[in-house]
């Protein structure tokens, strides 16, 4: 089975700042996801991350707020840009591999 | 477009009782289903899947079974533990929308001893 890690676990980030979270996939993959879990809700699709081109982002969500990296076939970044308190959330990458949908740990971050 | 309608929580229960968990869904194409468990402070876990109709998935004594005429995926364990207490949440992924995945809202399940 696939494994997905996520960086960083967790982080406490300060109003205004940005922070960069990565996501590697231990085998190539054309597809990754990022996802938003705000507390107590249920999952979000942010934006579809494909290698060799630039992601494309749900409803509400826009490039400036959550820029997407996807260097290669095995890694993506997400952004959180210019953060505030509604930003504190559980952030997941996942990928499909097979028909089965795959995520990672989460990346828990607080806004102060 | 896609959806995923789950039973609403919060469900408590004793140690060896009977779980249910309603999970309903409306899709355009031939989804596949899935449940995903989120335990305290953890990420999210692939718990069970099926790919087509009448499919049964299992996993550490649960159960769902894709059942196309009632458009449900209704996950049953026989007999739960503490440690089941968790997050459950149904999903779907129509695969002709690029494996995006749509979720139910989540059921929380406290087991108490």
């Known amino acids: 089975s696939a494994v997905i890690s996520q960086k960083p676990s967790r982080d406490i980030c300060q109003r205004g700042t940005s922070l960069t979270i990565q996501c590697q996939v231990d085998?190539?993959?054309?597809?990754m996801f990022w996802y938003r879990q705000q507390p107590g809700q249920s999952l979000t699709l942010i934006a579809t991350?494909?290698?060799?081109?630039?992601?494309?982002?749900e409803s509400g969500f826009v490039i400036d707020k959550f820029p997407i990296s996807r260097p290669n076939l095995t890694f993506s970044t997400l952004t959180v840009s210019n953060m505030s308190p509604e930003d504190s959330s559980i952030y997941l990458c996942?990928?499909?591999?097979?028909?089965?949908?795959?995520f990672g740990e989460g990346s828990w971050l607080t806004v102060v | 477009g896609d959806s995923v309608t789950q039973m609403e929580g919060p469900v408590t229960l004793s140690e060896e009782a009977f779980l249910t968990i309603n999970c309903t869904y409306t899709?355009?194409?031939?989804?596949?289903l899935f449940w995903y468990v989120q335990y305290p402070g953890e990420g999210l876990q692939l718990l069970l899947k099926?790919?087509?109709?009448?499919d049964k998935g299992s996993n550490k004594g649960f159960e769902a079974t894709y059942r196309k005429e009632t458009t449900s995926f209704h996950l049953e364990k026989g007999s739960v533990q503490v440690s089941d207490s968790a997050v459950y949440f149904c999903?779907?992924?129509?695969?002709?929308?690029?494996?995006?995945?749509?979720f139910g809202a989540g059921t929380t399940v406290t087991v108490r001893a």
């Open positions: 999903a779907l992924s129509d695969r002709s929308n690029d494996y995006k995945l749509s």
């Open positions: 991350a494909n290698q060799g081109s630039e992601a494309t982002y």
């Open positions: 099926a790919t087509k109709a009448d």
């Open positions: 996942s990928a499909p591999l097979g028909n089965t949908i795959y």
């Open positions: 085998s190539q993959v054309t597809m």
């Open positions: 899709a355009t194409g031939y989804p596949s």
